[in-house]
């Protein structure tokens, strides 16, 4: 079943795209963090991180970082975070891999502070012994 980003890769829907190349497109999110928020999007359907090609991954991260100089040059931006979800728990909606560029300024407090589990500094050594390889 095709995603609403394959459509707007089609031109089957509207999108403002900021960017496109062989590889990738990269158009504003209709529910902007702030104005410019933009997704960097693999023309090639790839569900997440995981199932996309590191080559494929690279060149978005490529990308994500030439808008996200525009984001801090021509919008005034003062910091710029790079999102990407990955599976419905980490908040992924559409399940076509894509990067979030999110301009931030001084003070937004566009995201609520994450919480934290409490854990000991040994349960952290302990969960890096299983992250090893
Ligand atoms: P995620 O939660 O990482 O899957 O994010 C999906 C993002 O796509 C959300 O921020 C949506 O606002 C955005 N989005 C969904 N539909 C469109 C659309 N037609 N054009 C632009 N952005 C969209």
């Known amino acids: 079943m ?5 459509k707007i890769i089609a031109r089957e829907i509207p999108a ?10 990269a158009f504003l999110d209709i529910k902007p963090v702030h104005a410019g928020h ?5 023309k090639t359907p ?14 978005m991260m490529e990308v994500a ?7 801090k040059e021509r919008l005034g931006a003062d910091g ?3 999102v990407m979800n990955n599976g419905a728990a980490a ?4 399940f076509h891999a894509h990067l979030h560029i999110i301009p931030r300024y001084e003070g937004d407090h566009a995201f609520t502070p994450p919480t934290h589990d409490p854990v000991t500094p040994e349960d952290i050594t302990a969960t890096a ?5």
């Open 129 to 133: 012994e299983k992250l090893r390889d």
């Open 80 to 82: 710029v975070n790079l």
């Open 46 to 59: 790839f569900t997440d991180i995981f199932t996309s090609d590191p080559k494929t991954l690279s060149h």
């Open 91 to 94: 908040g992924q909606e559409v």
């Open 16 to 25: 403002d795209i900021i960017y496109e190349d062989d590889t990738v497109v």
């Open 65 to 71: 970082t030439t808008i996200g100089r525009r984001l």
């Open 38 to 42: 933009a997704l960097v999007v693999p």
């Open 2 to 6: 095709s995603t609403i980003f394959e």
